[in-house]
DNA sequence: CAATGTGAAGACCTTCACAGCC
DNA sequence: GGCTGTGAAGGTCTTCACATTG
């Protein structure tokens, strides 16, 4: 548990996620090693871009060579606190909440799935994976006596913002926003928005005004 | 249809979405014309910011007294795009891609869910929203003929690529990718990566290293 | 000799601050 | 007087290019 490196830049930390799955991805292709050129390109980043991320906390690589993928894997995950699992509590139990609870990824490693809430008392009570359903006022007692430490937000619109609220005054600090709402963050809590028409209107945008893109993928990142 | 204004910054792109959302928001609460200060408030970012991004495709504020809220949101919606509606193809109809097939932002003005895709078996024929699941084989067809222009991935990590692949060899440009997986995307093409694991993690970084959040939100984007 | 790590340069983005307009 | 639109300044992020190292 490396308590607090130097602080990273923002986008940075948006690309460490970017290059743990290239990681992986050259793992399963049976890889050991791996120049920053390659990495880069699998992750869809320039070579000295990647170079400069991997430098803000430490160098190790092997010049001549390149890098470790086990080693780099590990360090990267440790950097970004992905090596500890976090509870997460999902509020709005509807298609887009099951489907979220159901995620593979939650079930990985590093997240969990711990606490289920809604406001819909036809709901309560009813359980999903072994969880039972509760309602969101419990959620404060919920946080404190699970330790749950994010929040993802799957409520209609119109109420996502007091959704926001009562998790952030549940203790809650990271939260991801589904709801197609703005949500507006108390101090020190980060909210990460993943909201599809926002998505879909930068795409359109790309459309409209025809090809412009470098033919990269770019995350929703920042 | 304004066939194509001058090259807008990614940047900006990425927050006109926000301005439409904030604009939204203040013609509910009754508002008719509004100072760029409060408008970059509710969309969460500085009124300088917010002025020069609105400069980068006119001016159409009046000195004095603000913006007109309707105007703005027609102006901003015809740059984006939002004005035409696109209509968007989904491939995988999990959970997942069944929660966004109806999701009611989909069903608005701007998107419609025109198309759906899978490759099993037991689902292909099946009938959702009035609409058959199709085997993805039958997507260049279905592109071409009823002009599907954005397509959603919605199906397991390790089959994303190819159906990426299938997406833009059909003609495809704009796509969505939900899929824990990095997308390669050709020349044009612009994917928008909606990864939960990724966004989890980035959330697990500000988690690891303390509260370092302004308290204002940020959206996927970039 | 291949490839990292990194100052320096360059590009890009945001903020400042104010002239100009309603 | 209030507020926009915008040059100029200030920051931040990315790329370049190369000295350095295994």
């Known amino acids: 548990m490396s308590p607090s490196e130097r602080p990273i830049p923002t ?14 991805r050259l793992l399963e292709l049976g890889e050991s090693t791996v120049p920053s050129e390659k990495l880069a ?3 869809g980043v320039s070579a000295a871009n990647l170079r400069k991320d991997l430098a803000t906390f ?19 995950a440790s950097v970004l606190g992905a ?7 999902i509020a709005g139990i509807g298609n887009l909440g099951l489907a979220l609870a159901n995620y593979p990824i939650l079930a990985g ?8 809430f809604d406001t819909d008392n036809a709901k309560i009570g009813t359980k999903i994976l072994g969880m039972p359903i509760r309602h969101i006022d419990e959620m404060p007692l919920a946080v404190a006596e699970e330790n749950l430490r994010m929040g993802v937000i799957t409520t209609p619109a119109g109420v ?3 959704v926001a609220n009562k998790m952030m005054s549940s203790g809650i600090k990271s939260i991801l926003n589904f709801a197609p709402a703005l949500i507006l963050a108390g101090e020190g809590v980060l909210v990460r928005n993943v909201d599809v028409a926002l998505h879909l209107l930068v795409l ?3 459309e409209r005004s025809g090809q412009n893109g470098t033919g990269l ?6």
Do not use: C
Not at 217 to 222: A, H, P, T, V
């Open 11 to 24: 986008t940075t930390v948006s690309r460490l996620p970017l290059y743990l799955r290239a990681l992986e």
């Open 41 to 43: 390109e699998v992750a």
């Open 58 to 76: 430490g160098s190790f690589g092997t010049r001549g060579s390149g890098y470790d993928i086990k080693n780099l894997k590990v360090r990267i």
């Open 83 to 89: 090596d500890t699992e976090w509870k997460v509590a």
């Open 109 to 116: 490693p590093s997240f969990m799935v711990a606490a289920l």
């Open 160 to 162: 996502a913002q007091d």
């Open 204 to 206: 359109s945008y790309h």
């Open 217 to 222: 993928s770019r995350n929703s990142g920042r």
